[in-house]
């Protein structure tokens, strides 16, 4: 905060006048962001459904490998590569429990909608948190 003398004092937190000016652009790309990941969960539970009524005895396990190669139109290989990171970024943490389709979707939403990999760069908070929030909302909890 600026002292008597138009200096800004030491404990005031800094900001450029370019941070200033883009923090409005942040919050609609935050928007837009909940929108997009919003579509890709309805998207996702409506492709998930359709699986589930075209396999209907198999294990839950081969339905999210079906819906992954579907959704993301990956190699066979590369579904249980998909299944194995969103088991480790959201199942093995912070209580270990066996994977379910939120765990799915989420992974996917950060890696495919966000253009994120969880497995090199890590995720950051916020994201992480507005994902489950929007995932938790629209995709049940017992797929």
């Given at each position: 905060?600026?002292?008597?003398?138009?200096?800004?004092?030491?404990?005031?937190?800094?900001?450029?006048?370019?941070?200033?000016?883009?923090?409005?652009?942040?919050?609609?790309?935050?928007?837009?962001?909940?929108?997009?990941?919003?579509?890709?969960?309805?998207?996702?539970?409506?492709?998930?459904?359709?699986?589930?009524?075209?396999?209907?005895?198999?294990?839950?396990?081969?339905?999210?490998?079906?819906?992954?190669?579907?959704?993301?139109?990956?190699?066979?290989?590369?579904?249980?590569?998909?299944?194995?990171?969103?088991?480790?970024?959201?199942?093995?943490?912070?209580?270990?429990?066996?994977?379910n389709f939120r765990d799915v979707v989420?992974?996917?939403?950060?890696?495919?909608?966000?253009?994120?990999?969880?497995?090199v760069a890590g995720v950051r908070s916020?994201?992480?948190?507005?994902?489950?929030?929007?995932?938790?909302?629209?995709?049940?909890?017992?797929?």
């Open positions: 905060m600026p002292n008597g003398d138009g200096e800004i004092s030491e404990g005031a937190p800094k900001s450029s006048w370019l941070e200033d000016a883009l923090r409005p652009l942040n919050f609609v790309a935050t928007m837009r962001e909940r929108r997009q990941i919003r579509l890709f969960c309805d998207e996702s539970l409506k492709l998930y459904r359709q699986v589930e009524a075209q396999m209907p005895q198999a294990p839950q396990t081969e339905r999210y490998a079906r819906f992954i190669e579907l959704r993301s139109g990956v190699t066979p290989a590369a579904v249980l590569t998909v299944m194995r990171r969103a088991e480790e970024s959201f199942a093995d943490w912070p209580n270990e429990r066996p994977l989420q992974y996917l939403a950060v890696t495919d909608c966000l253009k994120i990999d969880i497995a916020r994201i992480v948190d507005f994902v489950i929030d929007i995932v938790g909302h629209v995709i049940p909890r017992d797929l």
